[in-house]
RNA sequence: GGCGACAUGGCCAAGUGGUAAGGCAGGGGUCUGCAAAACCCUUAUCCCCGGUUCGAAUCCGGGUGUCGCCUCCA
């Protein structure tokens, strides 16, 4: 079935077809590291992985590239403040963002190119612009002449006559047009640059995307991802500039936006100061359920953030967590029985794959997959989970399979890795598990001659240690 | 002021014309020594007003509200 996505340069549903067949070419606009990052980086993150695992599911060859401003004017003013240099920042804050995502489960892209390693590409095509009459040199400058740009403002639907009032910012008499934005900036005295035909400077921030496209992945992609702020005027610059420089139209076949992530109904934003960092988010939270909960909106949605829905989240997590492992259960244990009509789970497995599949079509509608999939394990625990009344079914076993393999291709495609339950011996020392494994003897001893009191206390006391014990009819089950 | 997106139960959230998915929370039940987990049952007519249609949460028009962009920002 065809994949449907929603295109911010038509807002239209469009079929996807990739330019070149079999292949996807994506380019998402990464983060500039002059601080920690917060929660709402790892929105766009989170759904472009899920979107590059889907798209490989369905047999595409896919090339992800996420860039790294890792030069630009906060970057300076926090070096400037700190006495630290800009690549020691930069390096910094980039580490702890991989380490971020590695947590989420946001497999690596393919190349994460950073703006300072494209100075040299950068230079030619801010030439190849001012040779093609597309920019302008003015005082050690660069900049780019919006007015000759013909299509200027067909992604943000902006009119350049709207534009003009709205312009707030302090007009520079070096621009022709207040339009026109930089391509490249001469440094100031004791401001890091890099030797250019217009004298010793530093690149803009649009031209930097537009370069390393480009150069990673060709002079036309087919998807563009990035929060929705950078429509206008990023996005929109990246445009003018990429097809003014290549002549290929159009630059981007599907620009695809993220909502933004609010706090308390404002935008998240280090200016506005409102931010949650997203290396206390993942330490305080199971990384699971935060990208549960970064899946369960749509991404062109606006999501709120609040301790409440990551709890809900974590909730959930567990729910599917808890289903999963029902499944793994009764499959290793060749005596499993207890199981109800078995034909029911067949036809809840193929409802639920139809669901999820149609969802991840549309738009990649994750909240829509994630419905599925929990409708899934309503499905599994119900013919899983032990009953004295019910009974065995020989079809049983095929059936649990199906299912549990269904579970495992959608919590893959979404990206949510289950903990597996107890820790193997590897992780966990043989004697600690082995003490644990005493322990659960002594108390179902004690449960044998009606002494629960001793049951309960020992339940309570390894409770306080995050041991689980939970009684089933198969046995005192143990999760840590 | 201009441009754009969104508005569904207590909270979150699906739904691109055919009669309201799912999660969390709540209530009732089954199972259990108790608990946990699980299962079953249970809680909405979709911001307002018009229109199109046999039929609209879904399309069109007009309101109202929230958010975003027009300035660095995922």
Redesign the pocket.
């Known amino acids: 079935m065809a994949v449907?996505v929603y295109n911010t340069l038509s807002?239209q549903?469009e079929e996807f077809v990739p330019v070149e067949e079999g292949k996807v070419s994506i380019y998402v606009?990464?983060?500039?590291p002059y601080d920690h990052s917060?929660i709402?980086?790892a929105?766009?993150a989170v759904f472009w992985d899920v979107v590059r695992r889907y798209l490989t599911h369905k047999g595409y060859k896919v090339k992800l590239v996420a860039n790294f401003?890792d030069i630009?004017?906060?970057l300076i003013n926090r070096s400037k403040q700190t006495g630290i240099p800009i690549p020691e920042i930069a390096e910094k804050y980039i580490q702890e963002y991989l380490e971020c995502m590695d947590k989420l489960g946001v497999q690596r892209a393919d190349v994460y190119p950073r703006a300072s390693e494209v100075i040299p590409e950068i230079i030619d095509a801010v030439q190849t612009l001012i040779d093609k009459d597309f920019a302008y040199e003015s005082s050690g400058d660069v900049y780019f002449r919006a007015g000759k740009f013909a299509g200027y403002g067909k992604l943000?639907?902006?009119?350049t006559e709207?534009?003009m009032?709205?312009?707030?910012?302090e007009v520079s008499e070096l621009k022709e047009s207040?339009l026109d934005?930089a391509l490249w900036k001469a440094s100031s005295p004791g401001e890091p640059g890099w030797p250019s035909p217009w004298g010793k400077g530093r690149p803009g921030?649009h031209i930097e995307c537009s370069v390393m496209v480009h150069k990673h992945l060709g002079p036309q992609i087919d998807m563009h991802?990035?929060?929705?702020?950078?429509?206008?005027?990023?996005h929109e610059n990246e445009v003018a500039q990429a097809e003014a420089v290549s002549g290929v139209e159009p630059y981007v076949k599907y620009w695809v936006h993220?909502?933004?992530?609010?706090l308390e109904?404002?935008?998240?934003?280090?200016?506005l100061g409102n931010v949650v960092y997203l290396h206390e988010v993942v330490k305080n939270h199971d990384p699971m359920a935060v990208r549960l909960y970064l899946l369960?909106?749509?991404r062109?949605?606006?999501?709120?953030f609040s301790e409440?829905?990551l709890?809900?989240?974590e909730?959930?997590w567990?729910?599917i967590q808890?289903?999963y492992r029902?499944a793994l259960e009764f499959l290793s244990n060749p005596t499993a029985q207890g199981l109800r009509d078995a034909s029911k789970l067949a036809e809840a497995t193929r409802q639920s794959r139809k669901?999820f599949f149609e969802?991840m079509d549309?738009?990649f509608?994750t909240?829509?997959a994630?419905?599925a999939v929990?409708?899934l394990?309503?499905a599994i625990?119900?013919h899983v989970?032990p009953?004295?009344k019910d009974t065995s079914d020989s079809d049983a076993r095929q059936r649990v399979a199906e299912a549990f393999g269904l579970l495992v291709e959608c919590l893959g495609i979404l990206g949510l890795v289950p903990e597996t339950g107890r820790p193997t011996a590897s992780q966990e020392s043989d004697i600690s598990g082995s003490l644990v494994d005493i322990l659960v003897e002594i108390r179902n001893t004690a449960?044998q001659r009606k002494d629960?009191a001793t049951?309960?206390y020992i339940?309570n006391k390894m409770a306080d240690l995050g041991i689980?014990?939970?009684?089933?009819?198969s046995g005192t089950k143990v999760r840590m």
Do not use: Q
């Open positions: 449907m807002r549903y606009c990464g983060i500039t917060h709402g980086h929105r766009p401003t630009d004017d906060k943000s639907g902006k009119k709207e534009l009032p709205g312009a707030r910012v207040p934005w921030w991802g990035g929060g929705t702020e950078l429509v206008f005027p990023h993220s909502e933004l992530l609010n109904g404002e935008k998240m934003s280090k200016s369960n909106a749509h062109r949605k606006v999501l709120d409440e829905l709890r809900s989240a909730k959930g567990e729910r808890t289903g029902n669901a969802s549309n738009d509608a909240p829509g994630l419905a929990f409708d394990v309503t625990n119900a989970v009953r004295e449960r629960y049951a309960d339940r689980v014990l939970e009684d089933t009819p």
